[in-house]
């Protein structure tokens, strides 16, 4: 069984024993539970419980941080209600309506909760960490006070007594989208879902909705409100706004935070305990008197109250409380919007039938009179003070001793600003009522079971029904008549254009003569390049073809000289005969950067323009190619390994060469 946990709060001093209201979650007087030695609780009396996975948590489990064993509950869920976050929280109800508590502390909430109720879809993510649980085991005797009255068992020692405290720390965080197109619904929750998704460390996600990894929050309203404790400033660095990638960031490492600087307290409130636990604060395990034998052994006048029922109604005047607050923010800002922005207002149509709505006014004048008779026939007494206020005997049959207040005639609200501030008013009315009840319940909480009691306040949604509408103030339609000026003004207008446009129009032309100049100097200029690019090439071969022609005429000189070298002179005669005549130095090809000047397989000089488009093909696209008859096209010496001689260059670069035999593969490299 989990146990019933509260939020810490100041006024918790050091030793268990503090009675306390489970209900309103107030403190009542000390040392209702000492020891068995009758002694008052001490830090001393603390003892560490091992953790165990609660089964019938979803989502609960053991892990190791830094050598320290954790239990971790991850929750991630849409939410309807405020109360269910409070609810997670372990925030009572009637505390959040008393003392305005929805972030653990009576200094404010972290829930916006006009943003709340005005959001399409609200998302809620936790995660709860627990480094160890301390219970004083010892600390088991009822200690009452002799001299107290039946009447006043509840106000002395509530329902339980703190008998222990939880270390570890909490992160809580609440995502209030407002849609922009509603028809998204189904995919901003399956965006959200996906965004928040632990199931790879918990195994738990409660949520559904496709996912379109096109839809953004961004495009939509977005209200983040996060709050934590323990873990130190867990906010990632470099981040200003929380976002789902920041806060799933957080969520994840959250338990490891906690593990190196957890807290005893959920909620960043710090307690004040012995100085060598000064800087922590705790979370409080409550436990009921009725759990005590000794509670049984001793004679006690009265009885604690039974509030395990009472949880249900609270929350559902939670829900109430926090409707009539975002009701009273609208009439107040309707009230501005009519002063300043020149918004009218104008009656409601009801959207249910005048009878239906007396008759339910006439429910609430009828629990108002029956209220008023059991107040005046209850005749509360007053007995001895307490800290200097009476104390009022009440019936357990009566829904307390103090005058009801009327309740509303359930009348719509004139359409002006005087029906307006009557509105406000009577919101206001409303939520005391609410508050009231709270207080009741706390005397009694067998009427929040009672079937046939009726509330004391009217319903949220009936008081929406009977506000007046607040319509916006609508711009003026444009004049359609157009500018009329006078004849003289019109003529000089229109000269004036017509002289503008004439510049204009001169500018164009002028502006479109420069760029045909600047496009014709361009294609000169390319003209010329080529120009040069060729006869460059062509003075090359020349060269090349010159210094063939002086070898072979060096070596004719040379054999008819009858020289002792006569014979290698007719020999050398003979091979540059033979290179002449097989190297071919073919033209450049326009439009191309790749020049080949001669082609040489097998001794044999290759000029077929179907060979010479195979290898400037190749060559262009830079593909490796396999040195054959098939390349080549023809086989000079068959039977016979043949030698391929290439000559080429890319654009004004040296002259390459490709000297291989067959079957080499080669390319044309830069």
Known sequence: ??????????????????????????LCCDDSVVTSSTAPAKETDLVSQPLQADPSTQGSQLVSNGGVTQMVTWTAKFVDRISDVTEAMDINGSASIKYGRISGSASGSFVDSSKFKTSDLNFFIQVNVINQKLVAQDVTQFNPIQSAKAMDFNKLYGDSFISGFIEGGQFNAVISVKLADRDKTESIKGQLSVSANFAVISGQIDASGSYDKNDSLQNNETTMSVTWSGGGNVTPSGIKDWDMAS??????????MVAAAPVRTRYRLIAQLDHDRADRGYSAILTKYTSLRSFYEQTVLGSPLDYENAGVYTSALLDAYLEYKSIWTDVQVGQWKVQNLGSTITAKQLPLPADELSAYAKTLQDHYQSKLVKAKLSSPSTGPSVDGFEQVTVSEDTDGAEKPMKPNPCIPYPPDLLGLDKARLDCRFEMIKIVQEVDVITINPLLATDPSRANNYLSPLVFRMLLPDIVPKLLPPPDPKPVQLPDSELEATKRDLASKQAELD???????????????SKKDLASKMSQLVTAQAASQDAQAYLANEATYTAAQAAAHANSPHGTNAVNTVKQTESIAQNRAVLPPRPNTRLYISTVIWGGKALTDQSVLDRLYKLGECKTPFTLDNQVFGIDPTPGRVKTASISYRWGLGPVLHIEEKEQATVSFKE
Not at 2 to 12: E, S, V
Not at 247 to 256: D, G, I, R
Not at 509 to 518: G, N, S, T
């Open 1 to 26: 069984m989990p146990d019933n946990l509260a939020p810490y709060t100041n006024a918790m001093r050091l030793g268990m024993g503090e009675s306390f209201n489970s209900y309103s979650q107030q």
């Open 247 to 256: 806060l799933k960031e957080t969520a994840v490492n959250f338990p490891a």
């Open 506 to 520: 001169a500018t164009k032309r002028d502006l479109a003569a420069k760029q045909a100049e600047l496009d014709a």
